[in-house]
C-alpha cells in the first residue's frame, strides 16, 4: 500500500496565522493526493483534490501544492471554524490510503 | 445534490456479518462510483472497496476475503457486508461518493454508523 506520512501530527496557532500541513508520499503519486477536514462527530469534508484544486464551496484561505512527493496544505490565515482535524489521502491507486491526520487546536 | 443515508445495525456479535446500507437521494446511483471507508482509532481511516456504475467491484486487499458491496439500482441504495467480525472491526462506516469517474475523491459522505462488534 502507498504509504502517506503526515506532519505534524498536532499543531497549536491562534486565529489569523497562517498554518502549513505536510504530506509525504512514500512513492511517486503524480498530482492525486486529496486533503480533507474533519470536524468531532461529523464525516470528513473534502477540501482540496489532485493537489491544488479547491473543492467547489471552500473558502479560498485553503489551498494546496506539491513539489516531488511532498504536499502541502496551507490555511492563509486562519478562522475559527478551522480548528478541527486534517487528512490527506492518494488516489493515484487503490487500496485509496490515508495519512494518519493533523489535529489543529487552539493555541 | 447528492445525499446519502445509512442504516443498518450498531452493535454486532464477534465472528457474525456486518451489514449496512446507504440510500441514495438527489441523483441516480447509476451515475456514479462509489465507496465504503471506515475510520477507527486504531488504523485511522481505511478505505474498504469501490463499486462502479458497470456494477465492477473492487475491494481493498486487506478486506477482500470478508467484504461484499452491491448496488441495488432499483432501489438506489448500496450495501456492505462483512463478515466474521472480530473487535478490530470496530469503526465508524461511512459511504461516499466519488468526484469524478473512480477518481477516488469523496466529495459526498454518509452520516456515519458507529459499529461495535461485541
Known amino acids: 500500500d502507498f504509504q502517506l506520512t503526515q506532519s505534524p501530527s498536532s499543531l497549536s496557532a491562534s486565529v489569523g496565522d497562517r498554518v502549513t500541513i505536510t504530506c509525504r508520499a512514500g512513492q511517486a503519486i503524480n498530482i492525486y493526493l486529496n486533503w480533507y477536514q474533519q470536524k468531532p462527530g461529523n464525516a470528513p469534508n473534502l477540501l482540496i483534490y489532485a493537489a491544488s484544486t479547491l473543492q467547489t464551496g471552500v473558502p479560498s484561505r485553503f489551498s494546496g501544492s506539491r513539489s516531488g512527493t511532498d504536499f502541502t496544505l496551507t490555511i492563509s490565515s486562519l478562522q475559527p471554524e478551522d480548528f478541527a482535524t486534517y487528512f490527506c489521502?492518494?488516489?493515484?491507486?487503490?487500496?485509496?490510503?490515508f495519512g494518519q491526520g493533523t489535529k489543529l487546536e487552539m493555541k | 445534490q447528492v445525499q446519502l443515508q445509512q442504516s443498518g445495525p450498531r452493535l454486532v456479535k464477534p465472528s457474525e456479518t456486518l451489514s449496512l446500507s446507504c440510500s441514495v437521494s438527489g441523483g441516480s446511483i447509476s451515475s456514479h462510483y462509489w465507496s465504503w471507508i471506515r475510520q477507527s482509532a486504531g488504523k485511522g481511516l481505511e478505505w474498504i472497496g469501490r463499486?462502479?456504475?458497470?456494477?465492477?467491484?473492487i475491494y481493498n486487499p486487506s478486506l477482500t476475503s470478508r467484504v461484499t458491496m452491491s448496488v441495488d439500482t432499483s432501489k438506489n441504495q448500496l450495501s456492505l457486508k462483512l463478515s466474521s467480525v472480530t473487535a478490530a472491526d470496530t469503526a465508524i462506516y461511512y459511504c461516499?461518493?466519488?468526484?469524478?469517474?473512480?477518481?477516488?475523491?469523496?466529495?459526498?459522505w454518509g452520516q456515519g454508523t458507529l459499529v461495535t462488534v461485541s
Open positions: 461516499a461518493r466519488d468526484l469524478r469517474g473512480g477518481g477516488g475523491e469523496w466529495p459526498d
Open positions: 489521502q492518494q488516489s493515484y491507486t487503490t487500496p485509496h490510503t
Open positions: 463499486a462502479a456504475p458497470s456494477g465492477d467491484i
